[in-house]
């Protein structure tokens, strides 16, 4: 296979090499984070993470775990670099994404390291084509400090249901206002459009509801525009949960299945757009 | 006001919405005991449409006590509450629609499989009622068919076409796309389709004439017919005529739909039609004072051959007995305000 006809040199140099059969299983799980320009890469022992941040107000993180790949190597604890998402993704589907099955494009991707560009070799039919990113000093993401011990609310939902809801969300509306209570709504999505209002009610009995524990009663707006890009990541996932924590702050975690049926996972982090009464 | 439709007839609304979206950008929603009337009108109020949902329709229909409730709202928000309509008699079981007099909102409340509850609170305004003038049983000429036939027919004519011309001898039917006299008339493209009477169910012609009238308008009114299965008919005269247009049978008898769409129809410059005597359209005017607005204004330009096209209106009506009782008192309306707000017909 002409990937394997590197020379042995090249590959000592490498720090990170990651490997795919078929480079869709990195570009889809990328594609549902791809709403701004630039990405922070973190390898280690585990996996890949990478992230994705909008007007410090918005997180998005894609996790590819070890396992995912055929190949897996790292030579640090940590590899950091920032690349440009939207030409990693250009590359990635550089043979046009054909959905013929059984054609993919096989990817190796591997960095030397601070300085280095990222390179890509990706073959599809025996053309193989190289590809060198450049690499900037990665930016420390910042840290939504959420954690499970301060959740407040937390459901699960299959992602079916959820996907019609945000598909029809009144765009006209600026804020996304999510109720999560004990009681009645239970769990409601809300829009204050030019026309009017609508709620979306999920009860907490529905068949669509996989886990509902919800300990008190909390209405929560945040900007329409940071949540927007979320609805690429509901679209892969099958499950979706939702967790808002003592202050406010949004956790949307998306199992995602790839196309072997593989698990990964992607989430985002958003802040609440102001202090709401409750009414 | 409180209504409550099941099952299919969810989608049914929804198409009606769509249908009507055709025609206006404001939904007029006027709930009588009657039933509900949902009805548009185009911005240079030539084109008319009307649904009345009958309280059979409805699974549990409540007309405001007082008859007089009247709102419109933009279209558009309430389009937006049936989005996704292919999926509609899937997803969605139960529709209601609520008035809440208090807070001059407009509820409607979609109740979808899995327990999921969509509800919209829609603000509206107040308006005046909306009719149009129009008397079925003196037009001459009768063409009913299915929907099929009419839309496989108008499919012919690039959807960007705004008028069409339909000519009737005692035979057969002519739908040609009408050109403007002044366009290069080697660039443009004539279209003409023939039907011969053997096509419809019924073709009943007193008077052989030609008609042209808006394409665009009555395409939302087919797709409605079609998706609903249900015959078109069109009444027309000749042109200065109202023209009717009537689709539905009543094969449901439990679900009484009626329409009314009411478009223009303009005559052709032709020097036959010129030659009509113009006392004729006063006369006709004075019948229907629905148009009476633009009648006015053309009657002047009347003696020289006009460019510009005239107008008159054309409609649909229902068929139903139940209905035509309305039909009927439809007739004494105007297209006119009925409250002391006149604003809006005095912009058309």
Redesign the interface.
């Known amino acids: 296979m002409p990937l394997s006809t590197q020379s042995q040199t090249d590959a000592d140099q490498y720090i990170l090499i990651a490997s795919l059969d078929n480079a869709r299983n990195l570009s889809n799980i990328l594609k549902a984070i791809s709403f701004k320009d630039h990405a922070i890469f973190n390898a280690t022992q585990n996996g890949l993470k990478v992230t994705v941040e909008d007007s410090k107000c918005l997180q998005a993180n894609a996790f590819i775990q070890a396992e995912i790949f055929q190949e897996y190597t790292i030579k640090e604890d940590t590899v950091g670099f920032q690349v440009n998402l939207t030409v990693l993704l250009d590359c990635l589907t550089i043979f046009g994404g054909s959905t013929v099955p059984g054609v993919c494009t096989a990817l190796r991707m591997c960095y030397n390291g601070y300085g280095y560009p990222l390179t890509l070799f990706l073959e599809e039919g025996g053309v193989v084509t190289v590809c060198k990113i450049n690499t900037q000093e990665p930016e420390d993401p910042i840290d939504f400090d959420f954690c499970s011990t301060n959740v407040i609310n937390k459901v699960i939902l299959q992602s079916e249901s959820l996907k019609e809801a945000f598909s029809e969300l009144d765009m006209t509306s600026e804020v996304l206002q999510i109720t999560m209570s004990p009681s009645h709504p239970f769990f409601r999505l809300s829009t204050f459009g030019n026309s009017g209002n609508a709620h979306y009610d999920y009860p907490k009995d529905s068949d669509m509801m996989e886990l509902f524990q919800c300990t008190k009663i909390q209405t929560n707006r945040y900007k329409m525009s940071l949540l927007k890009p979320s609805t690429k990541a509901l679209a892969l996932s099958c499950k979706v949960s939702v967790r808002t924590d003592s202050r406010g702050f949004l956790s949307l975690q998306y199992l995602v299945r790839n196309d072997d049926g593989q698990i990964c996972f992607v989430e985002y982090y958003c802040c609440p757009d102001e202090e709401v009464e409750e009414d | 006001m409180d209504c409550v439709a099941t099952g299919g007839n969810v989608k049914v609304l929804a198409k009606a919405i769509y249908s009507l979206s055709r025609i206006g950008e404001e939904l007029y929603l006027e709930p009588v005991k009657e039933g509900l009337a949902l009805r548009s009108v185009n911005s240079s109020r030539s084109a008319f449409a009307s649904f009345l949902l009958s309280p059979l329709f409805f699974q549990r229909y409540q007309a405001p006590p007082d008859q007089s409730f009247r709102c419109k709202?933009?279209i558009?928000?309430v389009q937006?509450?049936f989005?996704?309509l292919s999926s509609l008699d899937r997803?969605v079981e139960k529709c209601r629609l609520h008035l809440n007099s208090e807070k001059n909102?407009l509820t409607i409340t979609l109740h979808c499989k899995?327990?999921?509850?969509?509800?919209?609170?829609?603000?509206f305004q107040d308006c005046e009622s909306l009719q149009a003038v129009f008397d079925k049983q003196s037009c001459g000429n009768i063409l009913e068919a299915q929907p099929r036939l009419m839309v496989d027919t108008v499919l012919h004519f690039p959807p960007s076409l705004e008028e069409v011309n339909l000519s009737v001898s005692s035979d057969r039917v002519w739908l040609r796309n009408h050109v403007e006299e002044d366009s290069d008339s080697s660039r443009a493209m004539m279209t003409e389709l023939c039907l011969n009477s053997e096509e419809f169910d019924q073709f009943t012609i007193k008077t052989q004439t030609s008609i042209t009238f808006c394409l665009k308008e009555l395409r939302g009114l087919l797709g409605f017919a079609e998706s609903s299965c249900l015959p078109v008919t069109i009444y027309f005269d000749e042109p200065g005529s109202p023209d009717t247009e009537k689709p539905p049978d009543d094969f449901m008898s439990d679900d009484m739909d009626s329409f009314l769409i009411a478009m223009e129809t303009s005559e052709l410059p032709e020097p036959s039609h010129v030659a009509t005597p113009p006392q004729a359209h006063p006369s006709n005017n004075r019948k229907h004072p629905a148009s009476e607005d633009e009648e006015e204004e053309q009657e002047e330009t009347l003696p020289e051959i006009p460019p510009n096209k005239k107008f008159c209106s054309l409609f649909f009506g229902s068929v139903l007995p139940f209905t035509s009782r309305l039909a009927n008192q439809t007739i004494q309306e105007v297209l006119a305000s009925d409250s002391d707000d006149d604003s809006e017909t005095e912009a058309s």
Do not use: Y
Not at chain 2, 114 to 123: A, D, R
């Open positions: 709202m933009r558009k928000s937006a509450v989005k996704s997803s909102r899995h327990g999921l509850l969509k509800t919209h609170n829609l603000s």
